[in-house]
């Protein structure tokens, strides 16, 4: 479980980082796993261009991109390994303070050197609505990160709030308001290659461009408890449901419900 002091801090602030999950090799595997995954789609002239639209971008940065591939589990065995890992999911399990734990769903972006987008401050809870607001986002760096190569930034205390108004776009992305929760006034994090932001998906939290001369790359796991509800099925991804930790008494055992989608006749 998670520490005392780590505890407090997450439900103070909001988020919490953790150190020395994995070790060297995890990482170095990871990593060229991760590469691999985007060269292939790069090769195969897929579309993971996701920079998120809306009247919150800067002039300078109209030029950027951010290259984005969900549910990396479904790719490479490495990223299973790493979403299971006991010392992560038993922080996240005293976090959140259930013994169960679920996977939402998984992603990771490169930001490029010298054109990587930003992306808004914003709440994750628009995206998948969970009625106890357990889910909180596991975000591993996968290189050495701060404010000038596309790091993170949030507003501590910010999940005290609850849920905010929505200024995005239909359909397309969520944000918060810009004027009130500038990034300019926001927290920066700082992290080494190998640490993970735990956070609250009603934290305030966004990330800068990258302008540097240096790549940004993140491996993201969301999860959730098993005793939350959604409440309003959106956004299920390859995978969700996993049980992580603990077990899950709602998973239904019903035949006629064992397919996601049935196209099963006899």
Request: with cysteine.
């Amino acid at each position: 479980m998670c520490s005392p002091a780590e505890k407090a801090f997450y439900d103070e602030h909001g988020y919490v980082v953790l150190k020395g999950v994995y070790s060297e090799a995890e990482l170095t595997e990871a990593s060229a796993q991760y590469d691999a995954v985007f060269d292939r789609a790069a090769v195969q002239g897929e579309n993971i261009e996701a920079t998120w639209s809306g009247d919150w971008r800067a002039p300078e940065d109209k030029d950027t991109q951010v290259l984005s591939i969900h549910n990396l589990q479904m790719h490479a065995d490495v990223f299973t390994r790493m979403l299971m890992n006991r010392r992560l999911v038993d922080v996240v399990a005293g976090l959140v303070g259930s013994d169960n734990i679920l996977l939402h769903h998984t992603k990771a972006h490169i930001k490029p050197p010298g054109h990587g987008s930003a992306f808004p401050m914003h709440q994750d809870y628009p995206y998948f609505p969970y009625k106890l607001h357990s889910m909180v986002a596991a975000f591993l760096h996968m290189d050495d990160t701060d404010e000038r190569n596309g790091g993170l930034a949030v507003f501590p205390g910010s999940h005290k709030l609850g849920p905010l108004q929505d200024h995005g776009v239909a359909g397309k992305s969520h944000y918060v308001d810009q004027l009130k929760y500038p990034i300019t006034e926001a927290t920066a994090i700082s992290a080494d290659r190998g640490d993970i932001v735990i956070f609250s998906y009603l934290l305030i939290h966004g990330s800068y461009a990258n302008h540097s001369e240096r790549q940004r790359r993140m491996f993201l796991i969301q999860y959730v408890s098993a005793e939350d509800e959604n409440t309003t099925a959106i956004h299920i991804s390859p995978g969700a449901g996993l049980v992580v930790r603990g077990r899950n008494i709602k998973q239904t055992t019903d035949l006629a419900k064992r397919y996601v989608v049935d196209h099963h006749t006899g």
